[in-house]
């Protein structure tokens, strides 16, 4: 079955560009020129990912992804057409999955869809879990002998990331990259600050010696 994405811009000669070249790739496609619109769409459901402009007119790409996320974990790559770090970094701590600038190459949008559909569907059937800690990746749920823990997004993401590389040591600038991205602009410290978050709502909170610091070269999560 064709995957389906929801392209939102409102440059129209650029949308028809982008529609022209996933229909080309397989992708069924479908658009919205303006921020209300794209949202109605995207909370309609049945999208597995999301292309979402920033500027927009009568809802910013922002509102509408602040909004999207209340209900729906679609994956999302924001398009943003200035170089902007404040947009990149706000984008990400809003939830998006990865963002693209403008003018992009077609073949860097397609690789990047790929990712985010991969990143949705591949492992995430497989429960990813150390000691009594279970990660739901569908769902979106950690679970601590089965009693449910909220996390933010980042918290989330870094301990999806840990969790991948159950008892591998990950440098600081590894877990940068993979959980904030290579362009992240910022301190490695933002790691550690998170990695506190974490150890806080999981090791502490439950009595656990799950997430370990590695003196000199990063975190590992493992059993103790
Ligand atoms: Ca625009």
Known sequence: MAERILLVEDEEKLARMVELELNY??????KALDGRSGLELALGGGFDLVLLDIMLPQLSGMEVLRRLRRESQVPVIMLTA????????AGLDSGADDYITKPFAIE????????ALRNKGGPANVPLAVGPLVMDVEKHQV???G????L???????????LENKNRVLSREALLDAVWGFDFVGE?????????????KLDDAFGLKLIHTVRGVGYVIKEE
């Open 147 to 150: 009693q449910s823990v909220e």
């Open 25 to 30: 790739e397989g992708y069924q496609v479908e």
């Open 188 to 200: 490695t410290n933002s790691v550690d600050v998170y990695i506190r978050f974490l150890r806080s």
């Open 143 to 145: 679970t601590v002998r």
């Open 108 to 115: 860097e949008l397609l690789a990047r869809i790929r990712a």
């Open 152 to 162: 933010t997004k980042k918290e989330f993401d870094l301990l999806h990331h840990l």
């Open 82 to 89: 200035r170089d902007s770090v404040v947009d990149k970094v």
